[in-house]
């Protein structure tokens, strides 16, 4: 009877000691901190609608990291690294004509931006057609734009320019 008690005692300490280790081998590193405050952030991110809609693609460019991405719409191909995404960039006066922002609203949490916007387009033959859409954007520690991800009716968009 005095063997089984220290066998249960026994299985129970290990059954303990296995719990803390699985505790600890799937104890994930947190990502590092980001001292920016919201304001901060929302002011980066407003910087670069500003820029976006002011057809100013370098000053866009400059706002985001080295090997920042942009993915505009969501689902379609990233343009990845500055030089692609001041390309990207430049394509836009080619199009357009005039780029107004409409709405802004802009809600912070931690190191990113949901931003829900309403865009004014004017294109090179004067069609005028708006365009509401959602993006994501994460700054990173040193305030430039990690990833950019914007969702919002590509189709609709595209056929709107072809008017």
């Known amino acids: 009877m005095r063997n089984l008690s220290f066998v249960k005692r026994m299985m129970a300490l290990a059954m303990a000691l296995a719990f803390l280790f699985a505790l600890n081998?799937?104890?994930?590193?947190?990502?590092?901190?980001?001292?920016?405050?919201?304001?901060?952030?929302?002011?980066?991110?407003?910087?670069?609608?500003?820029?976006?809609?002011?057809?100013?693609?370098?000053?866009?460019?400059?706002?985001?990291?080295?090997?920042?991405?942009?993915e505009d719409p969501v689902g379609s191909t990233p343009n990845q690294?500055?030089?692609?995404?001041?390309?990207?960039?430049?394509?836009?006066?080619?199009?357009?004509?005039?780029?107004?922002?409409?709405?802004?609203?802009?809600?912070?949490?931690?190191?990113?931006a949901a931003v829900k916007w309403r865009l004014r387009f004017k294109t090179k033959t004067g069609n005028v057609f708006f365009v509401d859409g959602i993006g994501i954007i994460n700054v990173n520690e040193n305030g430039k734009i990690q990833s950019d991800r914007e969702f919002f009716d590509q189709g609709y968009f595209l056929s709107q320019l072809l008017q």
């Open 25 to 70: 081998a799937t104890r994930v590193e947190a990502a590092q901190v980001n001292n920016l405050t919201p304001e901060q952030i929302e002011s980066i991110v407003t910087a670069m609608f500003n820029k976006f809609a002011a057809f100013d693609a370098q000053g866009t460019t400059d706002m985001f990291a080295p090997d920042g991405t942009i």
């Open 81 to 112: 690294g500055t030089q692609a995404i001041l390309a990207y960039q430049q394509t836009f006066p080619t199009i357009l004509n005039e780029i107004r922002i409409q709405s802004f609203d802009v809600t912070v949490g931690g190191h990113e």
